[in-house]
């Protein structure tokens, strides 16, 4: 078997520079970052995105919800992007960072990492080495990017290119776990092409890269890491939701249980599961395990679970409004977020999308209030959102909300808060006479 090594300088930049030159292809919260982190290193990048948008916004150097020390390197200079694949050319490494969601029915829709993939094997030239970052089910660069790779380039994977996949760890929002501090793992179509990867990842992160036997191991890990997370948090939403009943406090008791200093791992219950990673990944594994021939039921529940929960917090609210002889239909809602996670702009399989779904479909109006997400709010302020409002549903944490007091909601006479991420203190609202319903506390 040949081995693919990375030319130290192909030359085929103008600068003739020896610096190795790297393409990143999608920049969105996981190809800008690692795009930037790779020039602070001393790489020489450019970027390409078919989003006009974004490729203004970075030309323009403001980006939303970029961790601050991305937010400096851009600001510093901006970042070449192009829509042409035309740079893979001079490229010695090609990073592939482009979305990879489900659709409407949950299958995974693989066509833009697809399209992507098109795209790049018309340049791929011998020598390249090629990085997969999107998250992608286990079998997927065997079984259909390196045909398609090797098919639009006429070479052969191994001999001719490298094909690498790192599964993109990003935690937007977080400060500080920013991409250079997590560490990485690394799977390779061969031994070398794993190698030389590693070592570009080693040459730019503080932390370290684990290399994997084979390149569907690396792929199972992304799957594996998320739906753990997912089927954690199923657990303690089903916790909530028998708790109601049984009128215990599932924070206090997950609090209680996190005293415990090993054997468990404390997740909260909310009103949902968004997001582009954790709602969407054991789609792509259960997908992938039911072509062959296993049905994945314990993960398959735990999305059930997960998915109703949007349900059981307008339920909550509902009940609220039977108790004082009205319902939903004609009621004033005051919605509080939009994105799924707090402090950040990301709409994506956001709960809070399906709680207004489902709000509008019971009769209700609401104002809907998310100060990072201006232009999909009705209103622009606290105040504003609760006035002649008969009820007030928190669908995301931001820490903006911590206004949301008990003596607002007395000064606009609105008597029903549900807090559907368990943010506010429930005992001082119901000192000052106002009904508070938590998911799983009361
Ligand atoms: N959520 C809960 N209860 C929890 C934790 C999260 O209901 O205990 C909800 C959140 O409200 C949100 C969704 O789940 O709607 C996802 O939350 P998240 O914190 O997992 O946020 P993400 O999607 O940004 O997850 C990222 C993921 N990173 C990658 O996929 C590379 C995930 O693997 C990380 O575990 C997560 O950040 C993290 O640890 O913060």
């Known amino acids: 078997m040949h081995t693919t090594t990375l030319p130290q300088s192909n030359n085929?930049?103008?600068?003739?520079?020896?610096?190795?030159?790297?393409a990143v292809i999608g920049l969105g919260y996981v190809g800008l970052p690692i795009a930037l982190?790779?020039?602070?290193?001393?790489?020489?990048v450019s970027g390409i995105d078919t989003?006009?948008?974004?490729?203004k916004a970075i030309k323009a150097r403001v980006v939303a919800d970029l961790d601050p020390r991305f937010e400096r390197l851009l600001a510093n200079e901006s970042l070449t992007v192009s829509n042409d694949y035309a740079l893979v050319h001079d490229a010695d490494i090609i990073m592939i960072c482009v979305p990879t969601p489900v659709r409407e029915d949950h299958t995974p829709d693989l066509e833009p990492l697809k399209n992507a993939c098109r795209n790049v094997g018309r340049q791929l030239l011998p020598g390249h080495m090629l990085i997969i970052e999107s998250t992608i089910h286990p079998g997927t660069c065997e079984?259909?990017?390196?045909?398609?790779?090797?098919?639009?380039?006429?070479?052969?994977?191994?001999?001719?290119?490298?094909l690498a996949h790192c599964p993109e760890r990003v935690n937007p929002g977080?400060?500080?776990?920013?991409?250079?501090?997590?560490?990485?793992?690394?799977?390779?179509?061969t031994p070398s092409a794993r190698r030389q990867a590693a070592n570009f990842y080693r040459s730019i992160l503080d932390a370290?890269?684990?290399?994997?036997?084979?390149?569907?191991?690396?792929?199972?890990?992304?799957?594996?890491?998320?739906s753990f997370r997912d089927i954690n948090i199923a657990f303690v939403n089903e916790l909530a939701m028998s708790f109601t009943k049984l009128n215990i406090d599932v924070v206090n008791v997950l609090r209680g249980a996190s005293t415990k200093p090993f054997g468990f791992m404390l997740h909260l219950p909310g009103c949902g599961v968004g997001g582009h990673c954790i709602p969407v990944d054991p789609y792509y594994l259960i997908d992938y395990a039911r072509i062959n021939g296993?049905?994945?039921?314990?993960?398959?529940?735990?999305?059930?679970?997960?998915?109703?929960?949007?349900?059981?917090?307008v339920g909550l609210l509902e009940e609220e409004l039977t108790r004082r002889g009205t319902s939903l239909r004609g009621a004033h809602i005051a919605l509080l977020g939009l994105s799924y996670k707090p402090n950040v702009s990301d709409m994506r399989e956001s709960p809070a999308l399906e709680i207004k779904e489902i709000l509008e479909k019971r009769g209700a109006t609401m104002a809907i209030f998310d100060p990072y997400i201006p232009e999909h709010s009705n209103v622009h302020g606290l105040r504003?959102?609760?006035?002649?409002?008969d009820a007030v549903v928190l669908a995301t944490s931001h820490d903006a909300f911590v206004e949301l007091t008990p003596d607002l909601l007395q000064a606009e006479d609105v008597s029903i808060i549900i807090d559907g991420r368990n943010f506010l203190a429930k005992d001082s609202f119901a000192e000052a006479g106002i009904t508070y319903r938590g998911i799983g506390r009361s």
């Open 208 to 226: 370290p890269v684990h290399e994997m036997e084979t390149i569907r191991e690396a792929e199972a890990v992304k799957m594996v890491e998320n």
């Open 51 to 55: 989003d006009p948008a974004k490729r």
């Open 143 to 162: 079984e259909i990017l390196l045909p398609i790779l090797e098919e639009e380039s006429g070479l052969i994977a191994g001999e001719d290119f490298g």
């Open 174 to 189: 977080d400060d500080v776990w920013t991409i250079d501090k997590i560490a990485r793992v690394i799977g390779g179509s």
């Open 37 to 44: 982190l790779a020039r602070d290193k001393g790489y020489i």
């Open 294 to 313: 296993f049905a994945h039921r314990f993960l398959s529940l735990a999305r059930e679970i997960n998915n109703s929960m949007p349900e059981f917090t």
């Open 384 to 389: 504003e959102a609760l006035h002649g409002a």
């Open 12 to 22: 085929r930049t103008e600068t003739g520079s020896d610096r190795l030159t790297v």
